[in-house]
């Protein structure tokens, strides 16, 4: 492994998710935050709900009830007058709807004088939900978006029709109560009615739409998921005050900063990367072999939210197959390249994401490996931790999308 460029790239990650940690981002949000003087109840969901929470909590010194639903192991203590509950991600689970029915549970029965503060962050649409079907079908038909490649937008299409809170739902259920809703994006261009599905915004999307997803994907679908998918869903709502906090764009310019504190010249290529996880790994690779060797350090910068078609039943994420996809391109080279997840978990693994340079292929060669067999049976997680290029962050109590970087030595 190469030491001076692993180091560096640690120092990227570190600086890029400090910048885009969602405390200071709500305390802003909430100067402008003027309840009408009856009750504020909070209700929070998300991989960053926790983070985001405590900082409102915090800031405003009190709330009169509230519910936080995160991913698990991403609480990280107790929050006065606020029942924290972690749940599944990505694919929905029982500890999930149930603290989903707690949340509704403290909206109910609000006033007009009453404000509910939500505070809203990717991973919501599996961790914020009321099925309107059975759970074990919306469990499948979620394993059945992931599995195909489907990006973002077109899960969040299907599943807000499956819901009872998703596409502006959860906001009809707090009237007559004022929302005020903070979010922290993970959906490229921050079309606020996809984060999290939408449970606090007025749905753009069609139910033609939604039926278009199914059938592209194939998607074995009840009568009765069907029927869902030909309703409606809310196209005006009068008591939400919305604000982003974050997005992709805060942490890709992070990352350029420190990328050029480091002595690297910096290149955003995109802050709307959104293709197959391999074949962006492939174009870095390959942009940092035809750079290679021209006595200027650059840095080559990605930031938007891959997908992965699964072809087999190994571990892994989007970041770590990206990388990996990679490391045939740098074989040999003084240049790595690496991707990470903002909110520290990358698939259902430990790790945040990975990282490979010109000796990363060597590497998985001595332990038996190669990257079209590890990519086909979609165990990338194996390969890097053989190779020792796994990143392991912790969750970090934000969720802004993934960022990638192709680094090039000067020499």
């Known amino acids: 492994m190469d030491v001076s460029l692993r180091k560096d790239a640690d120092a990227i990650i570190s600086a890029s998710l400090r910048a885009v940690l969602p405390d200071e981002a709500v305390r802003r949000a909430l100067q402008t935050f003027q309840p009408r003087g009856g009750r504020v109840v909070l209700v929070a969901a998300g991989k960053a709900a926790w983070q985001m929470a405590r900082a409102a909590v915090e800031t405003l010194g009190r709330v009169d009830g509230g519910v936080v639903i995160t991913k698990y192991g991403h609480v990280k203590g107790a929050l006065p007058g606020v029942t924290c509950c972690e749940a599944g991600h990505p694919v929905p689970d029982a500890n999930g709807f149930a603290a989903t029915e707690q949340a509704l549970a403290v909206v109910r029965g609000l006033t007009a004088a009453d404000t509910v503060l939500f505070l809203l962050s990717g991973g919501g649409s599996a961790l914020f939900e009321q099925p309107l079907l059975p759970a074990t079908e919306l469990q499948d038909i979620t394993n059945q978006l ?17 819901s009872g809170v998703k596409g502006g739902r959860f906001a009809q259920a707090c009237a007559p109560a004022q929302v005020f809703s903070i979010v922290l994006s993970d959906i490229l261009g921050d079309p606020l009615d996809m ?3 939408g449970p606090a915004a007025p ?4 139910c033609a739409q939604a039926l278009a997803v199914a059938e592209k994907y194939h998607l074995t679908l009840s009568t009765q998921a069907r029927a869902l998918l030909g309703r409606e869903t809310p196209k005006e709502l009068t008591n939400v005050t919305t604000q982003i906090t974050g997005s992709v764009r805060q942490l890709c310019a992070a990352a350029t900063d420190t990328c050029r504190a480091l002595g690297y010249e910096p290149v955003l290529l995109t802050d709307r990367l959104c293709c197959e996880a391999r074949e962006a790994g492939s174009f870095l690779g390959a942009i940092a072999r035809t750079h290679a060797g021209q006595g200027r350090r650059l840095a080559f910068i990605a930031g938007g939210e891959t997908v992965v078609h699964l072809t087999g039943h190994g571990l892994g994420g989007r970041n770590q197959e990206l990388v990996l996809a990679a490391a045939p391109a740098l074989n040999g080279l003084h240049a790595a390249v690496f991707a990470v997840g903002s909110d520290g978990t990358d698939g259902p693994t430990d790790a945040a994401g990975g990282y490979v340079d010109g000796g990363t292929l060597a590497a998985l060669t001595a332990h038996g490996l190669t990257v079209f067999d590890t990519l086909q049976k979609n165990d990338a997680y194996h390969a890097l931790q053989a190779a020792g290029g796994l990143i392991l962050t912790g969750p970090t109590g934000t969720n802004v999308n993934d960022v990638a970087v192709a680094l090039v030595a000067g020499d």
């Open 203 to 206: 749905d753009s999307s069609t």
């Open 195 to 197: 984060i999290a599905s």
């Open 146 to 162: 992931l599995a195909c490649g489907a990006d973002i937008v077109e899960m969040n299409t299907v599943r807000k029709r499956l």
